[in-house]
């Protein structure tokens, strides 16, 4: 199982991105795939999550509104729309995947299988 997830860059505040993460080594179904993120000298911190199988999703407080998270599963891909950009949305920001999950998923980052490398998110205000 790989995740590669890009997009990231250098932003102004207000502004947008949008990050991807292709998954390979395995066919999407029952899995939830998460982004997570890390900002310099803090812990890392849950974003967004979508069940692949039923689109169901789930954000964390601090990006319901401004971040949308899909996917294509004729792609295996998973996106992280990211609008209004805000200085303390710099990090770096990882996707990863719970295998075999039926349930809403998890927005601990114990319960994920796989994570992809990260892709740098600066904005700059």
């Known amino acids: 199982v790989q995740l590669q997830a890009s997009g990231g860059g250098l932003v102004q505040a207000g502004g947008s991105l949008r990050l991807s993460c292709a998954a390979s080594g395995f066919t999407f179904g029952q899995d939830v795939m998460g982004w997570f993120r890390q900002a310099p000298g803090k812990e890392r911190e849950f974003v967004a999550i979508?069940?692949?199988?039923?689109?169901?999703?789930y954000y964390a407080d601090s990006v319901k509104v401004r971040f949308t998270i899909s996917r294509d599963n004729a792609k295996n891909t998973v996106y992280l729309q990211m609008m209004d950009l805000e200085s303390d949305d710099t990090a770096v920001y990882y996707c990863?995947?719970?295998?075999?999950?039926?349930?809403?998923?998890?927005?601990?980052?114990?319960?994920?299988?796989?994570w992809g490398q990260g892709t740098e998110v600066t904005v700059s205000s």
């Open positions: 979508i069940n692949v199988n039923s689109g169901h999703t």
């Open positions: 990863a995947v719970d295998r075999h999950q039926y349930g809403l998923g998890s927005t601990s980052g114990a319960s994920y299988d796989y």
